[in-house]
Nanobody
Framework: QLQLVESGGGLVQPGGSLRLSCTGS????????VGWFRQAPGKEREAGSC????????NFADSVKGRFTLSRDNAKNTVYLQMDMLEPDDAAIYYC????????????????????WGQGTQVTVTT
């Protein structure tokens, strides 16, 4: 069974950091673009971030640009979302997902063409 499993969420104070992991089961993540999206209670899923198959191309939503980074560990079949300088508005459930096309460096990352989603991991940012 194909699965994406997120982990690493939790409670952090403003200004703190978290690293989320997305691990593939039955799916090789190095052959796919991996995206991260988030959804806060009562809000729509936001434009997210993506990491290309080569690991070099990335695209981040304006709200997280400069604070979040993406990386791969192909040996672990895992993609990481490093989140630094977290703000209360970053609080949400974070979902990883994959698609087989490409990660544009310029077009906002929308949750289209992604065909496999994880269950999500909760991130809470509060004092």
């Amino acid at each position: 069974q194909l699965q994406l499993v997120e982990s690493g969420g939790g409670l952090v104070q403003p200004g703190g950091s978290l690293r989320l992991s997305c691990t593939g089961s039955g799916v090789l993540l190095d052959r796919h673009v991996v995206g991260w999206f988030r959804q806060a209670p009562g809000k729509e899923r936001e434009a997210g971030s993506c990491l290309g198959t080569s690991g070099g191309r990335t695209n981040f939503a304006d709200s997280v640009k400069g604070r979040f980074t993406l990386s791969r560990d192909n040996a672990k079949n895992t993609v990481y979302l490093q989140m630094d300088m977290l703000e209360p508005d970053d609080a949400a459930i974070y979902y990883c997902t994959r698609k087989s096309t490409y990660c544009s460096a310029t077009v906002p990352v929308r949750p289209i063409q992604y065909d496999l989603w994880g269950q999500g991991t909760q991130v809470t940012v509060t004092t």
